[in-house]
Nanobody, 126 residues
Framework: QVQLVESGGGLVKAGGSLTLSCAAS????????MGWFRQAPGKEREFVAA????????SYADSVKGRFIINRENAKNTGYLLMNNLKPEDTAVYYC???????????????????WGQGTQVTVSS
């Protein structure tokens, strides 16, 4: 059973940057496609970004393209989400997730992910 723990959230001003980390234990992430999702107050959880088990293929939501970068260090069993030029609308709880059965065609669907972290709050002030 893979456990995921996010860290790195916090309060930042608009235009600022944050890097979220997702540390995995109980399994090696080089077997899994991994994704980041977020949930703002009163809204449904939405896809943000994902990369394949090698880190070579990536996918981004249109709302974060050009501002966020997803990457991973398989040797450290850790994934990252680099967030630049943050906007108030990026305020949400951010979750990392991993697919137990990697299916790239479903990478944006939260139902395709088996393992989830507890989330980390990101708040962007205007």
């Amino acid at each position: 059973q893979v456990q995921l723990v996010e860290s790195g959230g916090g309060l930042v001003k608009a235009g600022g940057s944050l890097t979220l980390s997702c540390a995995a234990s109980g399994g090696t992430i080089n077997r899994y496609h991994m994704g980041w999702f977020r949930q703002a107050p009163g809204k449904e959880r939405e896809f943000v970004a994902a990369n394949d088990y090698t880190g070579g293929a990536t996918s981004y939501a249109d709302s974060v393209k050009g501002r966020f970068i997803i990457n991973r260090e398989n040797a450290k069993n850790t994934g990252y989400l680099l967030m630049n030029n943050l906007k108030p609308e990026d305020t949400a709880v951010y979750y990392c997730a991993a697919q137990s059965r990697p299916v790239w065609s479903m990478i944006t669907r939260e139902t395709s992910y088996t393992f989830w972290g507890q989330g980390t709050q990101v708040t962007v002030s205007s």
